[in-house]
């Protein structure tokens, strides 16, 4: 079945360098979305993305979608303590069942 | 506006005992509705998922159950917890079929001794 991979699985930087966390699926995908679980909280929309090659921004966060729609990236530039958290991608694929696939997510922790 | 309950928000409970959490949606008409359980710092694991009342459909075989009994309710179930059932339970709703957007409750965080 569809396999949604992100790497990498932990990520600690200080506040104020970049951060991307990357999504590779094993299928192509009609669109894929962005979710953000802050620490022991539940996961929140971010964004979705639905085109080739598309990107998105908000604010700091940088969204982009691959021209062969099969992997996606989520940058934040400048981190800030607000940033701290597991970011998960969710694809969903043109094949087979049709419902969203998360990824393992990316733990992000900053250094103040 | 669309807002979504789960409770208990945190529970202990032993090894062999039952187990029921519920989750209710607001100010939507049929969502989808999923269960996920998200072990300590892992991602998400879709256990279920429903696209109408008395529809449910299994992701994972496991001592686990779920039912809707109405539209908008949707409840996990266990008739005896495992060690391994411990985890963080989300409870999520969509619209437009099971591709869509989805909304996550406040979660349940269970503990199996």
């Known amino acids: 079945g569809q396999q949604v991979m992100q790497i990498p699985q932990y990520q600690h930087v200080q506040e104020g360098e970049d951060f991307t966390t990357y999504c590779n699926s094993s299928?192509?995908?009609?669109?894929i979305q962005w979710y953000k679980q802050r620490p022991g909280g539940h996961p929140v929309f971010l964004i979705q993305l639905v085109k080739s090659g598309e990107v998105k921004k908000q604010k700091r966060l940088t969204f982009q979608f691959g021209e062969a729609k099969k992997n996606s990236s989520l940058h934040i530039t400048a981190t800030q303590t607000t940033d701290v958290g597991t970011y998960f991608c969710a694809g969903l694929s043109i094949q087979g069942a049709q419902k969203l696939v998360f990824g393992q997510g990316t733990r992000l922790t900053i250094n103040p | 506006s669309q807002t979504i309950h789960q409770w208990p928000a945190t529970l202990v409970q032993p090894v062999g005992s039952p187990l029921s959490l519920e989750c209710t949606v607001e100010?939507?008409?049929?969502?989808?509705l999923y269960w996920y359980r998200q072990a300590a710092g892992r991602g998400l694991q879709l256990l279920f998922y429903s696209v109408g009342i008395g529809q449910i459909s299994s992701e994972v075989p496991q001592n686990l159950s779920a039912s809707r009994p109405q539209d908008r309710q949707f409840i996990l179930s266990s008739k005896k917890l495992l060690l391994s059932d411990c985890g963080f339970y989300l409870c999520?709703?969509?619209?437009?079929?099971?591709?869509?957007?989805?909304?996550f409750g406040p979660g349940t965080r269970l503990l199996v001794l």
């Open positions: 299928t192509t995908l009609s669109n």
């Open positions: 100010g939507t008409s049929n969502p989808n």
């Open positions: 999520a709703w969509s619209v437009n079929g099971l591709r869509g957007t989805q909304y």
